[in-house]
Nanobody, 122 residues
């Protein structure tokens, strides 16, 4: 079992930055690939970024490539999402997830956090 708790969301102006954190419980954190997804009001949950168990492989949605960076610290059981050059269309609830592979598919992730709200004002 892995429990995930996101933090770091908030209100920021367009062009600004935020860093999201996802703290995991459980000694098996380092064996999981980790992903970030987001869900805007009235829309489906969509893939943002993912990272392998070692941190050696990352994968991004085209919409965030070059602006967002995913990283992890296995010693701290934490995964991060650094978000730069934020746009109003990045507004959403952001979820972290633990899964079996670096994948954009929601079904490849077994454990989910409760989410943290990110709002980008224009």
């Amino acid at each position: 079992q892995v429990q995930l708790v996101e933090s770091g969301g908030g209100l920021v102006q367009a062009g600004g930055s935020l860093r999201l954190s996802c703290a995991a419980s459980g000694r098996t954190f380092s064996s999981y690939a980790m992903g970030w997804f987001r869900q805007a009001p009235g829309k489906e949950r969509r893939f943002v970024a993912a990272i392998s168990w070692s941190g050696g492989s990352t994968y991004y949605a085209d919409s965030v490539k070059g602006r967002f960076t995913i990283s992890r610290d296995n010693a701290k059981n934490t995964v991060y999402l650094q978000m730069n050059s934020l746009k109003p269309e990045d507004t959403a609830v952001y979820y972290c997830a633990a899964g079996i592979a670096v994948s954009p598919r929601r079904t490849d992730y077994n454990y989910w956090g409760q989410g943290t709200q990110v709002t980008v004002s224009s």
